[in-house]
């Protein structure tokens, strides 16, 4: 069965928009976060926001397309607020956390993006095109498999905390730093460890490490939309380049 050019990525019953090729994902998001620190100013920082924020609505993440647009109005309200009074060390504090968190958030939600609507299968598929080392394929097939698989254990770790009395909350991380963090983290790295060798057992079980020719339902191609996402990046980059060199900057 060939699903040729048709192909929806979905997880469980939820699609994800338009199927950017996995290959557009990440030169998209290495092209946008170089954007991210070429320009100083609000207006190219929202301009770079604004366009992130439509990738996430076009590839099926509109939820969060919708939250971090409001985090982000949020937090240049909050900017001008307290900037009258820097003088003040806390304030001033307050607003560095805010500049840092407001600039670095395209980045967070392009990556939470690419994870989130690539498939594993896919991804691998793509990077065998692209000729990768094999140990490159196998590292990021295992790395794109933990995420998903240690939220779930620290979902189910908070859950057993609570339920002993030391829930992973403001209140118990003020009065009881050291017992909060060390039941919390101890755990979970152990966690993390069980599932890295677990995961890398079961990609080489799956024939990663095959030298010969693999195949996926899958096709991976660029598509036109591909290319126009593309375009607009890499002129983008390109024109910033060129300002950063002849002193200019936005």
Known sequence: MNRGSNIVYQSGNHAYGIPFDPRTKLILLLELDILLFMGRSLIYEAGIFMFCALILLLGGQSKTACKCITAFILFVITEHIIAPYL???WISFIHFIVVVVR???PAFMLAKWVV???DVSTFVAAMWKCHFPQ???ITTSVIFRCFPTICEEWNAIKTAMKMRGIEFCLKNIISRPTETTVHMLVPLFISALNISDELAAAALCRGLDNPGEHTCMTEISFRWYDIVFLGVTSVALAIMV?????????
Do not use: E, F, H, Q
Request: aromatic share 4%; net charge positive.
């Open 87 to 89: 003088l003040n060390p």
């Open 103 to 105: 600039k670095v958030m």
């Open 135 to 137: 140990s490159a394929v």
């Open 242 to 250: 060129i300002l950063n060199i002849r002193g200019y900057s936005l």
């Open 116 to 118: 989130a609507t690539t």
